[in-house]
């Protein structure tokens, strides 16, 4: 987990309120990533970012939005519109130098009720 | 498209047994192939990668793994399983063309029993 810090580790929320999940990293890495983990689905690609003020979606980015104002911050909202939010939530970034191998941030999970 | 497919979602090997997890892909160009493992409740952590050379990559914690071009395999190998090994594992693809999106598995439950 070294490196990327997500906050908080449990969030709770009510159904139609939108929610911010944190992500912060120290790596100096230029490109990060949200995943949403699922039982027996594994890893999702949310939105992916290779450089500040760019982002891109993934292949389930619907109901979510993303910012990347600065190099070390690609924080998550989960919105309304996303129709089964609760999950495990997962940060990460890479570097071209590494082959873009990611390290993870310990994750948060989200429950909506 | 690329994609990874862990044919197994759980595997059962005795303390101190060889282990096996399987991982197979599909990509346009070349790739490069990654193994990670998840402990309960927490972030992936990288084991080991392939990008060129030698076929036999070795990693964290005792682990290795074989990539096979003409069979699209990249099987993460252990020679003695620890109950500490127990875990998820995840095998990602990525293509070395530059585009730096990541394609994961869905996952292999490894138990090892003591």
């Known amino acids: 987990d070294g490196g990327i810090t997500q906050s908080p580790k449990y969030l709770f929320r009510k159904e139609g309120q939108n929610v911010t999940l944190s992500c912060e990293q120290n790596l100096n890495h230029d490109a990060m990533y949200w995943y949403r983990q699922d039982p027996g689905q594994g890893l999702r690609l949310i939105y992916y970012?290779?450089?500040?003020?760019?982002?891109q979606k993934g292949d389930i980015a619907e109901g979510y939005s993303v910012s990347r104002e600065k190099k070390e911050s690609f924080p998550l909202t989960v919105t309304s519109a996303q129709k089964n939010p609760t999950a495990f939530y997962l940060c990460?970034?890479?570097?071209?130098?590494?082959?873009?191998?990611?390290?993870f941030g310990p994750g948060t999970r989200l429950t909506v009720t | 498209a690329q994609s990874v497919a862990q044919p197994e979602d759980q595997v059962n090997v005795a303390e101190g047994n060889p282990l096996t997890v399987k991982c197979t892909y599909s990509?346009?160009?070349?790739?490069?192939l990654f193994w990670y493992v998840q402990y309960p409740n927490r972030g992936l952590q990288f084991l080991l990668k392939y990008i060129t050379g030698d076929n036999l990559v070795k990693g964290s914690y005792g682990f290795e793994a074989e990539f096979n071009k003409s069979q699209t395999s990249f099987h993460l190998k252990k020679p003695s399983a620890l109950v500490s090994d127990s875990a998820l594992y995840f095998c990602?693809?990525?293509?070395?063309?530059?585009?730096?999106?990541?394609?994961f598995g869905t996952g292999t439950k490894l138990q090892v029993i003591p």
């Open positions: 990509v346009s160009g070349n790739p490069y």
């Open positions: 990460a970034s890479s570097n071209r130098a590494t082959a873009h191998e990611q390290y």
């Open positions: 970012s290779q450089i500040v003020n760019d982002f």
């Open positions: 990602a693809v990525r293509d070395v063309r530059g585009y730096q999106k990541v394609t």
